[in-house]
């Protein structure tokens, strides 16, 4: 490597919580929580054990920032999802599509899943702090975005309209996805066009083609 491509001691030093979040990423989701040596983290990148604790002092702490670190395609999804235009069901369309897109095919997401699952109830606090600073922001937005629509005369004011029954078809196929892997074929343009056509369906208001008015 010639002098001007290597990093400086400062570029190494500023790069290295993220090398060490990264190989923590591989080494939990490998292992588990309990069965990771922080040892083996430092290993995957080349430093020794207590480099690790100079940036993350407990297993604990280094757990908690991986799971923070690793939630960023939820933090691009919630940012950009303010920023979706038109009528409350073509901003309602767009924000299932930004789900898909952003969130069920990344695989640092499904694996931050995977770990909610298997060690949610040692990280308690983790897993709260996440699903107050994301989860619940996503949900408020999608169920406001129903709201509105229940509002403008949009949506029907049915139990359909509700942000977690909206959400959960996306949930399933990234759950689906953890369990079997790339074992199953999996049609997902087939499966977003189903998941559409069900909300779009279950609160759409239905009009009487003769008078446009609303049917019940």
């Known amino acids: 490597m010639s002098n001007a491509n290597k990093l400086t001691r400062a570029e190494q030093k500023a790069l290295r919580p993220i090398q060490i979040l990264d190989a923590a990423f591989e080494e939990f989701v490998a292992n588990g929580f309990t069965a990771t040596r922080v040892e083996d983290i430092a290993e995957r990148i ?21 799971a923070d670190y690793i939630s960023k395609p939820l933090e691009d999804l919630l940012r950009d999802s303010l920023t979706l235009e038109g009528t409350c069901a073509a901003r309602l369309k767009s924000l299932l599509f930004l789900f898909y897109e952003r969130v069920s095919d990344d695989r640092h997401t499904r694996e931050l899943i995977r770990l909610v699952i298997s060690e949610g109830s040692r990280f308690p606090q983790v ?82 083609p003769r008078t446009q008015s609303p049917t019940r």
Request: glycine share 8%.
């Open 127 to 208: 897993v709260e702090a996440h699903h107050d600073k994301l989860v619940g922001p996503l949900f408020a937005l999608t169920q406001s975005l129903l709201d509105e629509g229940i509002e403008r005369g949009e949506f029907r004011n049915a139990p359909a309209a509700l942000a977690p029954v909206v959400v959960a078809p996306v949930i399933a196929m990234m759950v689906e996805t953890l369990i079997f892997g790339g074992r199953r074929d999996v049609d997902l343009p087939s499966y977003i066009r189903a998941h559409l056509d069900l909300v779009m369906n279950g609160v759409a208001i239905v009009r009487d």
């Open 46 to 66: 080349g430093v020794t054990k207590g480099t690790i604790y100079v940036y993350f002092p407990t297993k604990e702490e280094l757990f908690s920032a991986m």
